[in-house]
């Protein structure tokens, strides 16, 4: 009997002691961005979640990557899944103004989640800025920018104000653009120029009567080497050309949370950034749809080649049923270095398609990685490409389009490619097949068809995806392919929707079956793909700084 008894007492400790080892994985979601005044201080709320099963842990919250003059302190210190803590990060006078990549880790006894945020430090002083408003209804002669007396047109703000500092809000309905939006002025470093939404309120700038027929005169707005501007949850459309254009030498830019859409009607795209000299410009959480040009075949959702400088970042976009590609990085700009993007956490989807999702004519890809007009001595790339979203396009999902040739190296990590190739054309999930780019490296990314994988066999890495051998894809690894909900509202901070689409079941073998190549992970190893197993934040953060 005190046998059978030590037996029970043996059974029920292995099963407390497994129940114990059992813990949950956790992600961490807030704000993109924190903006702070030199000697000042800001906060944001960060929210820790439990992912999946198991026991929840306390997890320990530090901050990395403060600038010199900064500090962070979080309320509470710690806190067991689901919680919440405030990170307030305070500025000496002195601090250095500038934009910085910090990152939230929480910390558990077993295992850890990371959050990148930008802290965008501004110069204290400096002289006088102001705020100003237009509105559908305002008038340039007798307003005074005011709110109660707001102008009529982002023009007049232009010639009257738009210093460094400044800020115009846009009250929400329909502005009936004349004239496309000419800006050339320059905010500074620390004291941008801001143009955006009133507070819960959608400024509509309607292109139809634009005059212009060209990429020249036919946009709705038009940066011409035009730098530290911040262009922010606008919608425009209808314009002859592009929605948004940033041409020349304009730097430092940021386009964030915009609809752009049904934009090109005489030709051009949604968004559209080139030039040579064209550098440090964030092109963040915007949507991009039904851009179509009279051919059908030209409109891009994002048009994003011809770019010679360095530091551009396009990251947390979709783009959707444009009558070309959902992307584009060809350069345009013959004879010259196209220079590297960093291109992440996009989703791409139903390109070369309309809204019967028949073909339109164009390329039809998701993301169209280069490309050069024959002979003109012109490269693309090299490009960092990681954890974007492509499917159901009418070509390719990812396309490094170097049949002309002068397609510079690709560094390709966690992106995830699900039933491309539908106008059944021969296309692929991944296509890379033209001449070998050493320095080339392919890590992570999982496929799964219609649409397979083309790669080089001289790429200089290509390993760990699920093309290799290592694993077999199929659509039983993932939660759900349901993707009714893509085109659904943002998060409040403008990122992605939350979605269990294409994210990996409990038992996937492509879970842990990556290798690490800098991006925050759960487990014993990355996954393949771009969700990490028991995230459901749509992006996986960056530990670099990138912008």
Same mark, same amino acid.
């Given at each position: 009997?005190?046998?059978r008894y030590?037996?029970h ?83 000496q006078?002195t ?21 990148? @945020?930008s802290?965008?430090? &501004?110069?204290?002083?400096? !002289?006088? %800025? =102001?705020?100003y408003? *237009?509105?559908?209804? #305002? ?35 329909t502005?009936d ?28 700038l ?23 501007w911040?262009i ?21 830019? @940021?386009?964030?949370?915009? &609809?752009?859409h049904?934009? !090109?009607? %005489? =030709?051009?795209?949604? *968004?559209?950034?080139? #030039?040579?000299?064209a ?5 963040l ?43 584009d ?49 012109g ?14 396009n ?7 389009n ?18 491309n ?13 033209y001449?070998?780019?050493p ?24 390993e ?30 403008g ?53």
């Amino acid at each position: 009997m005190l046998k059978r008894y030590a037996i029970h007492l043996n059974v029920l400790l292995a099963v407390f002691l497994l129940g114990a080892a059992a813990h949950a994985a956790i992600s961490l979601s807030g704000p993109s961005s924190l903006t702070v005044t030199q000697g000042q201080q800001v906060s944001g709320a960060i929210q820790l979640a439990k992912q999946g099963k198991g026991k929840p842990e306390t997890a320990t919250f530090s901050v990395s990557g403060l600038p010199a003059g900064a500090s962070g302190k979080f309320s509470p210190a710690s806190c067991k899944a689901t919680c919440s803590t405030t990170l307030t990060v305070s500025t000496q006078p002195t601090i250095t103004v500038g934009t910085y990549q910090i990152t939230v880790r929480a910390q558990t006894p077993t295992t850890a989640a990371f959050l990148g @945020i930008s802290l965008i430090v &501004n110069q204290s002083g400096g !002289g006088q %800025v =102001g705020t100003y408003y *237009i509105a559908p209804t #305002g008038n340039d002669t007798t307003g005074d920018g005011t709110i109660d007396l707001p102008w009529a047109t982002i023009g007049k703000f232009h010639t009257s104000a738009a210093s460094p500092g400044d800020t115009l809000y846009l009250r929400g309905g329909t502005y009936d653009l004349t004239a496309m939006v000419y800006i050339t002025k320059d905010g500074t470093e620390g004291n941008p120029i801001t143009i955006q939404n009133y507070t819960g309120e959608t400024p509509i700038l309607d292109g139809t009567n634009v005059p212009g027929t060209t990429l020249d005169n036919g946009n709705a707005i038009y940066l011409d080497s035009a730098s530290w501007w911040h262009i922010k949850g606008l919608e425009v459309k209808n314009a002859p050309a592009d929605g948004i254009m940033v041409r020349n030498t304009s730097t430092n830019n @940021i386009i964030e949370m915009n &609809n752009v859409h049904n934009n !090109g009607t %005489v =030709g051009g795209s949604g *968004i559209r950034v080139m #030039g040579v000299g064209a550098a440090n410009n964030l092109v963040l959480n915007n949507d991009a749809h039904h851009n179509v040009d009279p051919s059908a075949g030209g409109a891009d959702g994002f048009a994003l080649g011809g770019v010679s400088g360095a530091g551009n970042v396009v990251r947390g976009n979709r783009a959707w049923r444009n009558s070309d590609d959902g992307f584009d990085f060809f350069n345009s700009n013959d004879g010259t270095t196209g220079a590297a993007w960093i291109i992440e956490n996009n989703w791409s989807w139903e390109n070369g398609l309309d809204d019967n999702l028949d073909p339109t004519g164009g390329n039809g890809n998701g993301i169209k990685l280069g490309g050069i007009r024959t002979a003109t001595g012109g490269t693309s790339g090299p490009h960092i490409v990681r954890n974007n979203l492509v499917w159901r396009n009418y070509a390719h999902g990812f396309d490094q389009n170097g049949g002309q040739g002068g397609t510079a190296q690709m560094t390709v990590y966690n992106n995830t490619a699900w039933s491309n190739n539908v106008g059944n054309i021969g296309a692929n999930g991944f296509q890379f097949n033209y001449a070998a780019t050493p320095g080339s490296i392919f890590r992570n990314n999982a496929n799964l068809s219609p649409g397979a994988v083309a790669i080089h066999a001289g790429a200089s890495v290509n390993e760990y995806n699920s093309w290799n051998g290592v694993v077999t894809l199929t659509l039983a690894d993932f939660v759900s392919s349901d993707f009714s909900g893509a085109t659904g509202a943002r998060q409040g901070d403008g990122s992605l929707p939350v979605l269990t689409f294409l994210h990996l079941v409990e038992g996937s073998d492509l879970i842990d079956a990556g290798v690490d190549v800098g991006l925050s992970y759960t487990g014993a190893a990355p996954d393949m793909g771009a969700h990490e197993y028991g995230a459901l934040s749509p992006t996986r953060r960056s530990a670099f700084r990138i912008f």
